[in-house]
Nanobody, 118 residues
Framework: VQLQASGGGLVQAGGSLRLSCAASGRTSSTLLLAWFRQAPGKECDFVAS????????AYADSVKGRFTTSRDNAENTVHLQMNSLKPEDTAVYYCALRRLGQSDYSAWGQGTQVTVSS
């Protein structure tokens, strides 16, 4: 499976962006797709995840209530809707895929830059 992330850009604080992650190749209902982000000089942090089959989601505390992840099974695409963006949300955002019950992510997207100006 290959992942292609898109939708990043420059936005003012308080604005919104929608990221997309398209999966190509053979997908499975036992997969979970997660979003991570890495700001300059910082570690890569978990942002959100969604189980491909059930749609169950999880979010980092820092984005709860502002970010929403959803999936379009027909299009093999997962979205991350980001509202009320803050300058501290500035980072390169990555999508990644793993099997439920496993800890290692087997596929990563190329990353998309999100910049929030104050």
């Amino acid at each position: 499976v290959q992942l292609q992330a898109s939708g990043g850009g420059l936005v003012q604080a308080g604005g919104s962006l929608r990221l997309s992650c398209a999966a190509s190749g053979r997908t499975s209902s036992t997969l979970l797709l997660a979003w991570f982000r890495q700001a300059p000089g910082k570690e890569c942090d978990f942002v959100a995840s969604i189980a491909w089959h059930s749609g169950n989601t999880a979010y980092a505390d820092s984005v709860k209530g502002r970010f929403t992840t959803s999936r379009d099974n027909a299009e093999n695409t997962v979205h991350l809707q980001m509202n009320s963006l803050k300058p501290e949300d500035t980072a390169v955002y990555y999508c990644a895929l793993r099997r439920l019950g496993q800890s290692d992510y087997s596929a990563w997207g190329q990353g998309t830059q999100v910049t929030v100006s104050s």
